[in-house]
T-cell receptor, first 114, second 113 residues
Framework: ETGVTQSPTHLIKTRGQQVTLRCSSQ?????VSWYQQALGQGPQFIFQ???????GRGNFPPRFSGLQFPNYSSELNVNALELDDSALYLC?????????????FGPGTRLTVL | GNSVTQMEGPVTLSEEAFLTINCTYT??????LFWYVQYPGEGLQLLLK?????DKGSNKGFEATYRKETTSFHLEKGSVQVSDSAVYFC????????????FGKGTTLSVSS
């Protein structure tokens, strides 16, 4: 069974550019959540997708957007990059959107904005 | 809103010492509580969880009990090893926005031989 995978591993962008990060969920999982982890901090919830629909959103501006595909893989798009967007972006998948379901994390994409 | 507060690190221990990492939470409803671990250069892994009051989660010698009366979920291990050196995150699930995980800031544990 393949776990959660993310691509790319590392990315360097300049301020104002746009970026797309990708996540493949674990087999059989229909829910994907995205988190931003700044250096030395805990992950912060960006949004969650359940069966291709947004199922909740954290306190992030609209320039953070996402998509979930029929195979339940997902994308995170960030427009108009700012220096503070530099962080580790984590994707997590779960069997379902229930409150008690374990979320399985991918290794993350390290984004650096110059 | 829902939140998690955990003790700040770093925590530095000698091998075989007793470990406690404190975690308290604020939440509405009945969240599940989790401890995640992040080893150097690796992704977040679930260490243990508890889904209701008085439940005890345990794994790899680590334990934590869901205490609703004190809103706490402290992580303990009786005898730490060098291989336990990592960052530990306490978290809860919240249904305020989907089923988001709300994390504490993390506690770095360093164990020396």
């Amino acid at each position: 069974e393949t776990g959660v995978t993310q691509s790319p591993t590392h990315l360097i962008k300049t301020r104002g550019q746009q970026v797309t990060l990708r996540c493949s969920s674990q087999s059989g999982h229909n829910t994907v959540s995205w988190y931003q982890q700044a250096l030395g901090q805990g992950p912060q919830f960006i949004f969650q997708y359940y069966r291709e629909e947004e199922n909740g959103r954290g306190n992030f501006p609209p320039r953070f957007s996402g998509l979930q595909f029929p195979n339940y893989s997902s994308e995170l798009n960030v427009n108009a990059l700012e220096l503070d967007d530099s962080a580790l972006y984590l994707c997590a998948s779960s069997l379902d959107r229930g409150l008690h379901n374990e979320q399985f994390f991918g290794p993350g994409t390290r984004l650096t904005v110059l | 809103g829902n939140s998690v507060t955990q003790m700040e690190g770093p925590v530095t221990l000698s091998e075989e010492a007793f470990l406690t990492i404190n975690c308290t939470y604020t939440a509405t409803g009945y969240p599940s509580l989790f401890w995640y671990v992040q080893y150097p250069g690796e992704g977040l892994q679930l260490l243990l969880k508890a889904t209701k009051a008085d439940d005890k989660g345990s794994n790899k010698g680590f334990e934590a009990t869901y205490r609703k009366e004190t809103t706490s979920f402290h992580l303990e291990k009786g005898s730490v090893q060098v291989s336990d050196s990592a960052v530990y995150f306490c978290a809860l699930t919240s249904n305020q926005a989907g089923t988001a995980l709300i994390f504490g800031k993390g506690t770095t544990l360093s164990v020396s031989s």
